[in-house]
């Protein structure tokens, strides 16, 4: 690496210029495009030189107040473009081309398909034009798109359209303006050929606002469901915090070449095809939730984010943990609230858990970046969210209501700080928000040892933190957080439900009065995002009585997990064989049964080891599996059947449950790798009118060796070659199998006619799938290190942010056993000696080596 610079939080200035607005003017063609970028300017600061941010872009014309600029007057290096001496208001115009379609990176104006596109958060638009590409300048944006009538029928930017230009025989043009300022990194262009599909919204004070989806031709069926979840979405936000959608004009383009879910550009999402085209026959039941929360996310961000956005980049939990918790919070209403709470925990320890324990652990306001694209992380987001919902457990509905009313009418149309937003927080409650503030600055997963006793009648809790030393060579302190407890008494009934305020390194609670000790119910609905140490817990018990159905589902799999290490030591774990059965008999919701009959996953349980080895846990897992397939196999196959109804692809609740646990049974009884779940997998992929339960179908059939695989699988890539979206399925199916040989067949994947390297949704189901396939990635042979290391030095070439996503599965290194530590260590040192190694892998890569 030549230059790494390392951009600090304390080093941050404001900028020492205002665009006030901004005038584009982009000529699309097959070969270049042209930009023209003409700009008001103002200086706020006593400075002599404006500094504008440039990536790879050629320079065509510069003029300043309509006077071309010698070469005299301006400096160009790497990343800018210097204007020397400006005066204390100008006009600024600066012509430049790009080669869209040479973008490899998909980032700033680059092409997907036959369709132009934009991607610019966080340092995109630089690539397209020189501009002070930073989110503290705000400023009003006109854009006229000129492009081939033929080709490009479809022209959209940011804001409304203003003019339609007609008039130049085989080209067009549109002329978009949007009123709101905004960051460029908020930009957006589209041109091609779409379908769309239209409808339209009346805000709460009567505005019609037109909604448009653009998609792929013969697409456009496939959008509907996109479509009522922003209806949903839309009108959700004016219910839940009193925001209305503030343009005419709302639209979406999806593409297939996406680095990420989706972009907020205002007026103008552009998102992953993944997250916009879903049917029965091509989307799972997982699918159509994704979709629902990803369009709601997006939405969200128009009031949390581009209303109010942020004052830099270290910000960025201000916009992305908010509107999390919003989408959530959306999701939750809109579905069942239970399954949707275990769900977000669930995937807040499989991702950012682990990687808060990692050495790419940051706290969710980090200090420093070398990319920030690196940034986009878990714990930005997902921890980011829980750090809001705090907030809210703490204040209430109607305070929490009152503080965000407050949030938005003092910082609208603001770039801010986190500090700004804990400052309208703190206007309507008592706690102590200074303390609360370290979840902003502190990172790592705060860990809490329960002890309890009882005495004459009081029974009391002992909570300390385990605070680590250092982290990253800072001291650590305690953190501040709601914890929701409940008591129990012998029969199961409550005695008691009480918010804790934890705050203290050791604290004890007493509780008075009490005829036994009672049972503790500790971190209901997971009110903070911390790990409990409780030893003695009677989970059967709690499996039993908790009314708390996330508590309840704690302990099923608090109780799973600890059977599975005592198989690994070869104790006997009868006890929680028989716990399950009874789980089985459960009168519940369906969705939610399907939960607590999951066994714990290996990244849950390899969390729970000093010294992380995968082979033990697999056997453990398989084993336990196994021996609850046999035990529980008539009961089991009766759930089947009760449930299995081949020809609904109904998306109701009652529908969705009855899949989910249908398939949750299959996939238990394919621990018996039998004749009969052969034949019932096999039958399921015939029969069945849903993509749901084929990929389960798929699942199971993968693991054997016979015929009925084979054809599966054959009929599977036939069927849909020619959609991308469910080939994305096919190849994470089979880089997640367990068969031997695996690295092999991986490796012949990559020239199957369908695959493309380019494409990051490809590359992430195969690749990225058999990088979290840990029996193969982490093999004590090396290869599958080798593998996944030469794929990253080769994609970092053409595409960086996907490379050092990737190079994320090496992450676990420090805490891997000996063998493979060093496997992996020679792996790593090849992978950052590359001749020209990007910022982004090598930030992630070294970090990991440190
Ligand atoms: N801001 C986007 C979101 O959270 C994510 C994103 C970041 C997309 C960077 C592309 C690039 O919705
Ligand atoms: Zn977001």
Redo the contacts with the bound molecule.
Sequence with gaps: MSEVKEIFLKDYKEPDFNIESVNLTFELFEDETDVTNIMKIEKLDNVSDLVLDAGELELKEIVLDGEVLGSDRYITSEETLTILNVPQNFILEIRNKIYPQNNTELEGLYKSGAIFCT?N??EGFRRITPYLDRPDVMSVFTTTVIADKEKYPILLSNGNKIHCHESFDTRHGVTWHDPHPKPSYLFALVAGDLDFITDSFTTASGNEVELNIYVDKGNSQKATHAMASLINAMKWDEEKYGREYDLDIYNIVAVDSF??????NKGLNIFNSAYVLADADTATDANFMGIESVIA??YF?NWTGNRITCKNWFQLTLK?GL?VFRDQSFSADLNSKEVQRIDDVKALRERQFVEDASPTAHPIQPKSYISM?NF?TATV?EKGAEVIRMIHTMLGDENYRKATDLYFESFDGQAVTTDDFLWAMKQNGEFDLEHFKLWYDQSGTPTLQVTESFENGTYALTLAQKIPNKVGGETQKAMYFPLKIALLDKDGNEILEKMLIISKESETFRFDDLVAKPTLSINRDFSAPIIIDHQGVDYPFLMKHDQNSFTRYEAAQEFAGQSMFKLIDGEDISEFVDAYGYLLDLELDLSYKALLLELPSITTLMQKQEVVDFEPLYEAKEKLSMMIAQRYETKLLELYTQNNEPNNSELDSLSIGRRALKNRVLTLLGALKSEKVLTLAKEQYDNTVTMTDKVVALDVLEMFEESERVEAFEDFYNKYKNNTLVMNKYFALLAASSRDGLLQRVQDLQSDAVYDEKVPNLVRSLIGVFARNYKYFHKKDGSGYDFVANKIIEIDKFNPQMASGLAGAFKIYPKMNEKNKNLMEITLKCVISTQGLSKNTFEIVNKILK
């Design positions: 991607q958060e966080p680095n990420m879910g989706a972009m907020e996310h997006e961000h992305e509107t694209n986009y987001y």
